[in-house]
């Protein structure tokens, strides 16, 4: 296992960054519903949120509650911080899709939840860091 002192540090980054991005998020939302009426997270939020609380749960916890013997504590860490590290990877082309500032750039309808190129970004991230995790904890 790496040293379980370089994974908390990776998780504490992207869970200070995950928790700093996610109240700017709610601030936008609260000010664009009290002009429009009309809020939602967007799909490429949920890629920060889960890693967030993966880095928290899957990373630091057992890194603090479980022997260095155990599975919990030298597999689950590793492979929870290699995946949220993807996914925060992920979040930052997909927001950037979000907002029509790559793909989709001549779409001339309004925002939605999910634009076609934010959820194709999800999805694929979602799917890589999955694989990724499951390949982890099983080498």
């Known amino acids: 296992m790496k040293d379980p002192a370089i994974l908390a540090t990776v998780a504490a980054i992207i869970t200070a ?3 700093t991005m996610l109240f700017f998020r709610i601030q936008r939302e609260i000010s664009i519903k009290e002009r429009q009426g009309i809020n939602w997270i967007p799909y490429s939020d949920w890629l920060l949120i889960t890693a967030t609380v993966m880095s928290l749960l899957l990373v630091i916890l057992p890194i603090v509650i479980f022997s260095d013997k155990s599975f919990f504590y030298t597999k689950l860490p590793k492979a929870a911080c290699a995946t949220v590290t993807i996914m925060v990877a ?3 082309f997909g927001i950037l899709a979000h907002y029509r500032l790559i793909f989709g750039k001549n779409r001339q309808r309004l925002r939605q ?3 076609p190129s934010e ?3 999800v999805l694929l991230t979602t799917f890589v860091a999955c694989l990724l995790f499951v390949f982890l ?3």
Do not use: Q
């Open 90 to 92: 992920g979040y930052m």
């Open 137 to 139: 904890l099983a080498y």
């Open 113 to 115: 939840k999910g634009e």
């Open 17 to 19: 960054f995950g928790v």
């Open 119 to 121: 959820k194709v970004i």
